[in-house]
């Protein structure tokens, strides 16, 4: 995984988003975790992970920080304007594999969208 140097915390942290395909919020990630690493080292290390282009954020309702797995980013190119999916009946937030064409705007660069679609998740909607 190029550059980043693997501490225990990097790999408690990719540990988390191994198990959960979904993305992670930053209050989830502190409550699996502060029994081994402290909330400043998980806040510095997502930092770190997205400067890297292993991991990218989106603000969540509530104003919530979520963290989830880059497919095609790197260090110099983060390349995640998909949409992100919440889920109003159990909170399960995924990325949504689509593009949603951001228009151009004059004078103004686009560098990052953060769309939030919320609504029922696949498995919500099973269980009715
Ligand atoms: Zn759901
Ligand atoms: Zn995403």
Redesign the pocket.
């Known amino acids: 995984m190029g550059i980043t140097r693997r501490t225990k915390s990097v790999d408690l942290l990719l540990e988390e988003f191994q198990k959960d395909s979904g ?1 992670l919020s930053t209050t989830s990630l502190i409550n699996r975790l502060n029994s081994e690493i402290n909330k400043t080292t998980i806040y510095r290390v997502l930092d770190k992970l997205e400067d890297d282009g292993i991991l ?1 954020s ?1 603000i969540g309702s509530n104003g919530i920080k979520w963290y ?1 797995k880059c497919t095609d980013c790197s260090k110099h190119k983060h390349s ?1 304007v ?1 949409p ?1 999916f919440q889920c109003l009946e159990c909170g399960k937030v995924d ?1 949504l594999p689509v593009e949603v064409p951001i228009p151009e705007i004059e004078n103004r660069q686009v560098t990052a969208s953060h769309i939030l679609i919320q609504g029922r998740c696949k498995e919500c909607l099973n269980s009715i």
């Open positions: 993305a990218h989106f989830a995640d998909h992100h990325c």
